[in-house]
């Protein structure tokens, strides 16, 4: 299956520091990328779409200026969390897809991201 | 609005056992695509199954089948012969305008 590779799987870090967090599509050309949070012992909760050339869509209740993504190739996105706070500690995931409304979201391995 | 429920928050079952996962949408358009995905406790998403709504034929993946009733919106996951690996989340998901609708989640204990 498509392979989808997502770093850093785990990141702490200080308050007021920003994070990158990057996502890469091994195998196939990714045409849109989602950025996913997820809570302890919920479902994902989709946070942003980006589709390779344009501005991200963000979902309603994400802060554009807080959670930065970039999408600049086919294979590849970057979700940035600036000045992290507490509160934004979380885990977060990314899948790519080719587009095509039969073909899954293909997943990355996820970030735990603890902020101090 | 288009929606997803799954009504069983967890469920435990012996080792070997059937167990089937129920799942609920709700959607407007005349075809759609409909998924189930595990997490195990490495937190990874793993496709589990796909069904396209237009095939009438319930799709099959080894031990992992489902039952697709169109008019009902229903898609619950049937898991022949559990194994201890089986045990994850399990999330139902409906694929609207390329974005996944997502269920709250099952989650699915098997026991030794």
């Known amino acids: 299956g498509a392979v989808v590779s997502q770093h850093p799987s785990w990141v702490i870090c200080k308050s007021g520091t920003s994070v990158k967090i990057e996502c890469r599509s091994l195998d196939f050309q990714a045409t849109t990328m989602f950025w996913y949070r997820q809570f302890p012992k919920q479902s994902l909760m989709l946070m942003a779409t980006?589709?390779?050339?344009?501005?991200?869509?963000?979902e309603q209740g994400v802060e554009k200026d807080k959670f930065l993504i970039n999408h600049a190739s086919l294979t590849l996105s970057t979700l940035t969390v600036t000045s992290a706070h507490p509160e934004d500690s979380s885990f977060y995931i990314c899948?790519?897809?080719?587009?095509?409304?039969?073909?899954?979201?293909?997943f990355g391995d996820g970030t735990r991201l603890s902020i101090l | 609005a288009q929606t997803v429920t799954q009504s069983q928050p967890e469920m435990s079952v012996q080792e070997a056992e059937t167990v089937t996962l129920s799942c609920t949408y709700d959607t407007s358009e005349s075809n759609y695509y409909l998924f189930w995905y595990k997490q195990p406790p490495s937190r990874q998403m793993i496709l589990v199954i796909r069904?396209?709504?237009?095939k009438q034929q319930n799709a099959t993946e080894n031990r992992f089948s489902v039952n697709f009733q169109k008019a009902a919106k229903s898609f619950s996951l049937k898991i022949s012969d559990s194994q201890l690996g089986d045990t994850a989340m399990y999330f139902c998901?409906?694929?609207?305008?390329?974005?996944?609708?997502w269920g709250a989640g099952t989650k699915l204990i098997i026991k030794p």
């Open positions: 998901a409906l694929n609207s305008n390329y974005q996944l609708i």
């Open positions: 069904q396209e709504a237009y």
């Open positions: 980006s589709n390779e050339g344009s501005k991200a869509t963000y």
């Open positions: 899948s790519a897809s080719s587009r095509a409304p039969d073909q899954p979201q293909h």
